[in-house]
């Protein structure tokens, strides 16, 4: 009797073992996403990022004038030596290479003044169509220092090619502003546009607050970035036309019956004592404490250069740029890559990831490519190397970059050989069904089938159908015990005792 419970207990605590396991599973597979979950967050929440900006004009250590000193290993040795220009900050750039031929101080933070415009010029060219009406606002009208201007009314209505002109030629703050709050909405956001854009560009020391280059000590650039601003406003077809331009007039309106004539402030485009043959664009700018600051675009014997020149006094700014025009054009030559490399190269070939192996790789052209390079230097003394875009990037081409000493003088596009691109993987077709792998990333549950629920729900009625059952049959071998005994107690008290 005092074992007729023990199957009952065992079946119950084996039943409750049973049950409490995969609530377990289930707990510890929440509880190892759970601490997934907060290392990924500890770990994005604890990286910093530390951007350090100069402030102030100047700051950034000058380059030498000289451009002719030669690296360590005296590569550098038969690159010219510039001229001496007054300027105290200066830049040539070649347009189709971005190669920078001479500098001065070219990342010294400056003023830049009126040449702001071709920035906002840019902006106004990649975000309008040129016969959109332009309305001047009250503020173009009324600006406190409103410095030189095309007497716009406030309401006057004109198009954004006769504010390009306006910029451009007469250097009129009131169609820069005008223009700028059209294209952004209010002078805040585009002097955000013009940040982001010249960031995407490659500038390194700009930092923009108006559009028309009037005096805040906020508002600064470089020789460096006002070259790069230019060479992708050159992209453009009506920039070319707008820049070189020498007279023009806005024709009058139902609200402005006047007409606006104006001429080209650039003494380089136009006839007279600093005129220079091939100057084909450019922007002027003055205020008392950037003095004269100057781009300015030339081309001769199929090679397009800019000129940028800051912190000038006067008609030197003219003087300056001519003299550095004529270093250039006389001490550089441009040279075609595609009719002058080998067929085949051993190169450097440099991934995204830094890795770099020497390879023999066909050179097959993808677009014209080109070099400027001195004009006493030969094109087999430069160093070529292969840059190849990540992976995920990457195309049919490579960049094919070339160097000289410690200059980088032009780059090609060429076609990459089959070792060298990256192997498409077959396009596994989709199903109506996600894979269980993704669909568990995807809904966070990593550790946890939805089979697990049937399984388990299965596994409860066995285990609880079988205790029913050993349960009932304890029962009845339990009863039916207590009859055989109830029996056998009625036949001894039922009988007689017998006699001795």
């Given at each position: 009797m005092k074992y007729k419970w023990k199957p009952v207990t065992a079946v119950i605590l084996s039943s409750f073992i049973l049950f409490s396991s995969p609530m377990n599973v289930f707990a510890s597979g929440n509880t190892i996403s759970t601490i997934e979950d907060e290392m990924v967050h500890n770990t994005e929440g604890g990286e910093e990022t530390a951007a350090g900006q100069e402030t102030e004009t100047g700051e950034r250590e000058a380059e030498q004038e000289n451009t002719g000193e030669s690296g360590e290993d005296g590569s550098d040795i038969f690159w010219p030596s510039g001229p001496s220009v007054v300027a105290e900050s200066g830049i040539v750039m070649e347009v189709s290479t971005g190669t920078i031929l001479y500098s001065k101080?070219?990342?010294?933070?400056?003023?830049?003044?009126?040449?702001?415009k071709i920035m906002t010029a840019l902006l106004a060219m990649e975000n309008c169509e040129l016969d959109e009406m332009v309305t001047v606002p009250h503020e173009a009208v009324y600006m406190d220092?409103?410095?030189?201007?095309?007497a716009l009314d406030e309401g006057e209505e004109l198009t954004v090619e006769d504010c390009l002109y306006g910029m451009m030629l007469a250097s009129a703050n009131d169609a820069a502003y005008a223009l700028a709050v059209h294209v952004g909405g209010t002078i805040e956001n585009f002097a955000d546009m013009?940040?982001?854009r010249a960031k995407e560009l490659g500038c390194q020391d700009s930092n923009f607050v108006n559009p028309h280059g009037l005096p805040d000590e906020r508002h600064v650039s470089s020789a460096y970035d006002m070259a790069l601003i230019t060479r992708e406003a050159l992209k453009h077809e009506i920039f070319r036309t707008v820049s070189k331009t020498v007279y023009y007039e806005i024709q009058?309106?139902?609200?402005?019956?006047?007409?606006?004539?104006?001429?080209?402030?650039?003494?380089?485009?136009?006839?007279?004592?600093?005129?220079?043959d091939g100057v084909f664009a450019g922007k002027t700018g003055y205020t008392v404490?950037?003095?004269?600051?100057?781009?300015?675009?030339?081309?001769?014997?199929d090679m397009e250069l800019i000129c940028v020149t800051m912190k000038t006094e006067g008609r030197q700014v003219y003087v300056d740029t001519a003299s550095l025009f004529d270093f250039c054009f006389d001490n550089f030559k441009k040279v075609d890559i595609g009719t002058s490399e080998a067929a085949e190269i051993q190169v450097p070939v440099k991934a995204a990831d830094g890795t770099e192996k020497v390879e023999t790789v066909p050179v097959q052209m993808a677009e014209d490519g080109f070099v400027i390079i001195p004009s006493r230097v030969n094109f087999s003394e430069l160093k070529p190397q292969l840059l190849l875009a990540a992976e995920a990037e990457r195309g049919e081409t490579g960049t094919l970059e070339y160097t000289y000493g410690t200059h980088q003088v032009g780059q090609a596009s060429i076609n990459l050989p089959d070792f060298l691109k990256v192997k498409e993987e077959p396009a596994e077709t989709e199903t109506e069904t996600e894979s269980q792998p993704a669909k568990e990333e995807k809904d966070g549950k990593a550790g946890f089938h939805w089979w697990y629920i049937p399984l388990g729900i299965l596994a409860a009625a066995v285990i609880v159908t079988g205790?029913?059952?050993?349960?009932?049959?304890?029962i009845w071998k339990y009863r039916w015990r207590k009859r055989r005994r109830s029996g056998r107690t009625r036949d001894y008290s039922g009988g007689r005792r017998p006699r001795r």
């Open positions: 101080n070219m990342h010294a933070r400056y003023y830049p003044a009126s040449i702001t220092d409103k410095g030189s201007h095309i013009m940040n982001k009058p309106t139902d609200k402005q019956p006047d007409l606006i004539p104006m001429s080209n402030h650039h003494k380089m485009l136009c006839s007279g004592k600093y005129h220079y404490v950037a003095k004269n600051t100057l781009v300015t675009c030339a081309a001769r014997d205790a029913v059952m050993l349960v009932r049959r304890q």
